[in-house]
């Protein structure tokens, strides 16, 4: 496998993509039309990392079966300190095992880990 792309189904992908871009430097892979005037965003993270953002309203239309939980998703990132000074809703840092992590969560209350890269 040369890339991975992790769906993310949220209520409003312009402010997710805004939210991803600001505090992770993401940048725009593909802004795609879906149907029903709704579209995608599809953001690089990290060289073989994309997150694509599906508005929830289109995925519980057409795709109900794939509607629930959010992955539980582990960020590890050399700009640790950084990202948890800059991010709003940073959790405490606690050491995992000898892994320095945080939470955070994104504009839809969804809760992500940033381990520390070393």
Same mark, same amino acid.
């Given at each position: !496998? ?7 189904? *949220?209520?409003? *992908?312009? &402010? ?21 005037? %709704?579209?995608?965003?599809?953001? /690089? ?6 997150? /694509?953002?599906?508005?929830?309203? %289109? ?8 509607? @629930?939980?959010?992955?539980?998703? !582990? ?10 000074? /800059?991010? #709003?809703?940073? @959790?405490?840092? *606690?050491?995992?095992? @000898? ?7 994104? #504009?839809? @209350?969804?809760?992500? *880990?940033?381990? &520390?890269?070393?």
């Amino acid at each position: !496998m040369k890339k991975t792309r992790i769906m993310l189904y *949220v209520t409003d *992908v312009d &402010q997710m993509a805004k939210f991803w871009q600001d505090y992770f430097d993401a940048k725009i892979e593909t802004i795609s039309s879906l149907p029903d005037e %709704f579209k995608t965003i599809v953001l /690089a993270i990290a060289p073989s990392m994309e997150l /694509a953002f599906f508005p929830k309203a %289109f995925i519980a239309k057409y795709s109900p079966e794939v509607m @629930g939980n959010t992955p539980s998703l !582990m960020f590890f990132s050399d700009r640790f300190e950084a990202l948890h000074k /800059a991010l #709003p809703s940073a @959790g405490e840092i *606690v050491d995992n095992n @000898g892994t320095l992590t945080f939470n955070f969560s994104d #504009p839809d @209350g969804n809760y992500f *880990v940033v381990a &520390q890269d070393k």
